[in-house]
Every structure is written in C-alpha cells, then in structure tokens.
C-alpha cells in the first residue's frame, strides 16, 4: 500500500545513471524534502545523486518511534518501500550498493536505521542523526548481516524526541549485526543536527570519489 509517494521526491545532483554515487536523505517529523535536502550543501556532493523523498502530510509514521510497531502501521511499511524503490533505483542505474548512502534525521533518520536492519547490504553508510531503531524497547529482531557498513548513530543526551536509553539499545543492536557503529552522543537537550555529525558524513562521502 503505497501511503508514501516517490514521485513527490526531490531530486539535486547528477542523474542516477550519470552519478559516481547517491545519498538518500529523509526528513524528519513536520518537515520537509527541502528542508533535509540543505543538509547536501555542507557535504561533498560533487557527482552524486541526491535524493530526498516527501513524506505525506511531512510524516513518516503517525506514532511515536517506540511504540509497538503494529501501531505505526501501515505508514512505516510504505515508508520503508519508499525507500527500498530508491536504492533499487539507484543501483539498478549502476551505483553500488557501497555507494549508496542513506541518512535521516529525527524521523527520518529513525527510518533509515530501521531500514538497513531489514534489508541488510554493504551500503556506502548508514546515518541516524538525533535518531534510533523503530519499535518498543527489547523488541526481538531478526538477524541482519551489516558486517563492514559504516553506520553513524547520535543523539543528545537530553533529547526530548529520542530517549538516551533506546539510543544505547540501538547501538548494540546494530554492532550485533556486524555494523561499524560510531556513537556520537551530545550533552544538552539539542534535537538538532550537529557539526560532528556532517563531518562524520562528509569523511566517508569523501571515500566515495
């Protein structure tokens, strides 16, 4: 059931089929694809494909992220295919997977945790930006092979929107899945996207030329 559209996506950059590599980016809870699509001007975006796809009514899930995920259905699973109909895309135009890479913030970026752990490959990075898996706490998941993807989770530690502990989970859930996880944790009640963060994207963008 597609709620999402992927028509509505955004799309900056070379052509899929012209592009060396691609970024997915996934805006959060009542924004935007233009608003996440800025976060492309502090990258190195030089031949890349960047696409940011809409949510419907700027909203992935109507949920809270940790609730039980029946409850966030049928939403999360048409976001979730929105995504996967972009990475086939992208690689079915030549793009490896471990060039493919997909971020989010808040929301989105939730999504794009959730969204590597169900369809495990050798993606080019993985980011959860004030972000962590989908469902409730000690929820059991099917194993997933990220054996070598550079994944990126980090939140404050005060973040109204992310609980602390479900972040920790988070991180040891994806380590268990063989992600290479770097674990940015932030003092202070920001929900926002932090320098640290775009470094951590910029560095392995940069790997990609």
Same mark, same amino acid.
């Not at 691609?22 to 996934?26: E, M, N, T, V």
């Not at 099917?142 to 054996?147: N, T, V, W, Y």
């Not at 990126?152 to 404050?156: M, R, S």
């Given at each position: 059931?597609k709620?999402?559209?992927?028509?509505k996506?955004?799309?900056?950059?070379k052509?899929?089929a012209?592009?060396?590599a691609?970024?997915?980016?996934?805006h959060?809870?009542?924004a935007s694809?233009?608003?996440?699509a800025?976060?492309?001007?502090?990258?190195?975006?030089r031949?890349l494909?960047?696409?940011?796809?809409?949510?419907?009514?700027n909203?992935w899930?109507?949920?809270?992220?940790f609730?039980? +995920?029946?409850?966030?259905?049928?939403? $999360? *699973?048409?976001?979730?295919? %929105? &995504?996967?109909?972009?990475?086939?895309?992208? !690689?079915?135009?030549?793009?490896?997977?471990?060039?493919?890479?997909i971020?989010?913030?808040s929301?989105?970026?939730?999504?794009?945790?959730?969204?590597a752990?169900?369809?495990?490959?050798r993606?080019?990075?993985?980011?959860?930006?004030?972000?962590?898996?989908?469902g409730?706490?000690? +929820?059991?998941?099917?194993?997933?092979? $990220? *054996?070598?993807?550079?994944v %990126? &989770?980090?939140?404050?530690t005060?973040?109204a !929107?992310?609980?602390?502990?479900?972040?920790?989970?988070s991180?040891?859930?994806?380590?268990?899945?063989g992600?290479e996880?770097?674990?940015?944790i932030?003092?202070?009640y920001?929900?926002?996207v932090f320098?640290?963060?775009?470094?951590w994207?910029?560095?392995?963008?940069?790997?990609?030329?």
């Open positions: 059931m709620l999402h559209d992927p028509a996506t955004l799309r900056l950059g052509q899929p012209e592009a060396k691609a970024l997915i980016l996934l959060g809870r009542g694809a233009d608003d996440i800025g976060l492309a001007e502090y990258l190195p975006a031949d494909a960047i696409l940011a796809p809409a949510a419907t009514q909203t899930y109507p949920q809270r992220f609730v039980p +995920l029946a409850e966030n259905e049928p939403w $999360l *699973s048409s976001a979730l295919d %929105l &995504v996967e109909s972009h990475v086939a895309e992208l !690689h079915s135009a030549g793009i490896p997977y471990e060039k493919i890479g971020a989010g913030f929301q989105g970026g939730c999504l794009a945790l959730e969204y752990s169900r369809h495990p490959r993606y080019g990075l993985v980011a959860g930006l004030s972000s962590a898996l989908i409730p706490p000690g +929820l059991s998941r099917q194993p997933a092979d $990220l *054996s070598g993807v550079p %990126l &989770v980090a939140c404050a005060q973040d !929107h992310i609980p602390l502990p479900l972040v920790e989970e991180i040891g859930t994806l380590r268990g899945f992600a996880v770097t674990r940015q932030f003092p202070g920001d929900h926002t320098p640290e963060e775009i470094e994207l910029s560095a392995r963008m940069a790997a990609w030329a």
